[in-house]
């Protein structure tokens, strides 16, 4: 660890309703343990308390796990919320049971990369490390 | 309109901002700073301690509700320790407090020790500062705490709050070592166990065998239960009673004035050390010395108090 190297933030979080986020808290896991200041906001958020934490955590990156096939929802109206307050920059990445269809989708709307499941974790915290840098701050 | 004056005006993703300058130590940080400087020393700072999973952040999550309906602006900082291993950490201490995100009122704030011994971050003070400049009444730190290392919050803190909970054997007797002369009120939370009532009395027969605080103040025991939102009013009601306690003996102010000399004489130490090496390497002589200290042609004590006889003929007076 370089002494003057920007330490860079993920948050992590669970949208809606559905099921359990173990595969949210493995990913956050190896975040950490890739040297990654993980913010984990846990289950059951909705994109308003998703945007408020990143914006008062002040976030280089946001992960979701969305295991409910309402993904075609939720990215496009993160990433909508995300501008309306100036925090485009942050680079937002996903996961879950997604139809490869929906990907060029997303990523059309503004998602940077999904992982489908069984990605291997090394490749999900190489990516993150190649694509989310601390966000630049001037005053 | 800059970050500092939208600070001023309590907005949220500024102060954000400013306060990712201050962890991550750029130099605009200080800028900041200074310009917020002659807005700080207005809230209210609790300190809440205790061993992982006391219920520390459940509490916290309804003190702000507590306070909220009082009209307060909060502010929540919340510690946890960076992974010696990686350097990453995982800071969780939101999961509890994720309903108050949205409310323009609250500012939850999550930070990693990075390194930092004490139990607090090396960020912490500035951060609270930022929140204070924003116009927050009431700051919570959240910190993990059981032992007599941990104390720097209640140099950080007006109020300093020990959770606990029952079942904690051994605990119990590390806070008899470290923290029974600095909690300012005892909670014991999990109150909806059976064996609270236990623990409370554990407590209370380890505070009568204690002697008595240099200032007077006798700290409560508080039983309280966060999932069931039992023993709040109490809790809320000592936590009064010590603010009070402070203001009426002068130690709120007398507080505020021991932070600023800390944070002054914190600065100025830093500040003298990096201008001497940086004057020394600058001219060449830093390896020199260190080379004749080494090889006890000179000692290091002489060679300091040369050094700081000339600083002193240089400096003016402020
Ligand atoms: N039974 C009981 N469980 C509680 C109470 N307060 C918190 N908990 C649980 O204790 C665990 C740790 O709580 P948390 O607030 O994260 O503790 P922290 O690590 O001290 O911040 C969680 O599972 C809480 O639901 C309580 O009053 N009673
Ligand atoms: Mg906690």
Partial sequence: MEKDERKVKILIAKPGLDGHDRGAKVVARALRDSGFEVIYTGLHQSLDQIVHAAMEEDVDGIGLSILS????????????????????????????????????????????QIFLPGTALEEIIEWVRENVKPRAVSL | MGLVDQVLKGDKKAAARIMRLVEDDLPEAREALKRLYPYTGRAYIIGVTGPPGAGKSSLVDLLVEWFRKRGEGVGVVAVDPTSP????????????????????????????????????????????????????????????????????????????????????????????????????????????????????????????????????????????????????????????????????????????????????????????????????????????????IFNKRKDPYSVVERLSCQCELESKRE
């Fill in chain 2, 85 to 292: 291993f990686s350097g990453g950490a995982i800071l969780g201490d939101r999961i509890r407090m994720q309903r108050h995100s949205t409310d323009p009122g609250v500012f939850i704030k999550s930070l990693a020790t990075r390194g930092h011994l004490g139990g607090l971050s090396k960020a912490t003070d500035d951060v609270i500062q930022v929140m204070d400049a924003m116009g927050k009444d009431v700051i919570m730190v959240e910190t993990v705490g059981v032992g007599q290392d941990e104390v720097d919050i209640v140099k950080t803190a007006d109020t300093t709050m020990l959770v606990t909970v029952p079942g904690l054997g051994d605990d119990i007797q590390a806070i008899k070592a470290g923290i029974l002369e600095i909690a300012d009120i005892f909670v014991v939370n999990k109150g909806d166990k059976p064996e609270a009532d236990k623990t409370v009395r554990e407590l209370e027969m380890m505070l009568d065998m204690s002697t008595p605080r240099e200032d007077g103040w006798k700290p409560p025991i508080i039983k309280v239960s966060a999932v069931k939102g039992e023993g709040i009013e109490e809790l809320m009601e000592a936590l009064k009673t010590h603010r009070k306690f402070l203001e009426t003996s002068g130690r709120f102010e007398s507080y505020r004035k021991d932070r600023v000399v800390c944070t002054f004489e914190n600065l100025l130490r830093d500040k003298l050390f990096q201008t001497a090496i940086a004057k020394l390497k600058g001219n060449g002589s830093y390896e020199r010395l260190i080379s004749e």
């Fill in chain 1, 69 to 112: 096939g309402a993904h075609m929802y939720i990215f496009p109206t993160l990433i909508e919320k995300l501008k309306e307050q100036g925090l485009d920059d942050i680079v937002v990445f996903g996961g879950g049971i997604i139809p490869t269809d929906d990907i060029p989708k997303l990523k059309e709307a503004g998602v940077k």
